[in-house]
């Protein structure tokens, strides 16, 4: 089965490069602008990773990975954050279980960190169910 990778990025030119990366690794990629409509999305349907920017309007990266941890259907899913303060991430309060990417980025090397963590979670097998959301 196909993973279904979630890319939470609100600079469109960013998550276009980054879903087209992903796309021709053969992942699926459902793509949210901000943390408020990626929580919608996944309460339709669960994906096997997230890939969340830290600073978005409505609600940032590390609400977001709040929200996922207080929900226990979400909790578990492999995260990475993407970040123009890499050299903060530590200090921002990035859970230390979170890889984090500073911007600029190198596309490939995000994928390919995103199939060796997809790779080594235990839990990539889950159920993606319900419709996509675009």
């Known amino acids: 089965m196909t993973q279904l990778v979630m890319l939470v990025e609100d600079e469109r030119h960013i998550s276009q490069v980054v879903e087209r990366r992903l796309v021709a690794a053969g992942f699926e990629v459902v793509v949210a602008r901000d943390g408020v409509q990626a929580l919608e999305f996944a309460a ?5 990773a997230i890939v969340t920017d830290l600073e978005m309007p409505r609600m940032n990266g590390l609400e977001l990975l709040a929200k996922l941890h207080d929900d226990p259907a979400l909790a578990t ?34 994928v390919e960190a995103i199939a060796a963590m997809l790779a080594s979670d235990p839990g990539e097998a889950s159920s993606s169910s319900g419709r996509a959301a675009a």
């Open 77 to 110: 899913i492999p995260t990475m954050m993407l970040t123009a303060r890499g050299h903060l991430a530590g200090k921002d309060g990035v859970p230390e279980h979170v890889q984090v990417f500073a911007k600029p980025f190198s596309a490939r090397k995000l």
């Open 44 to 48: 339709d349907r669960t994906p096997d």
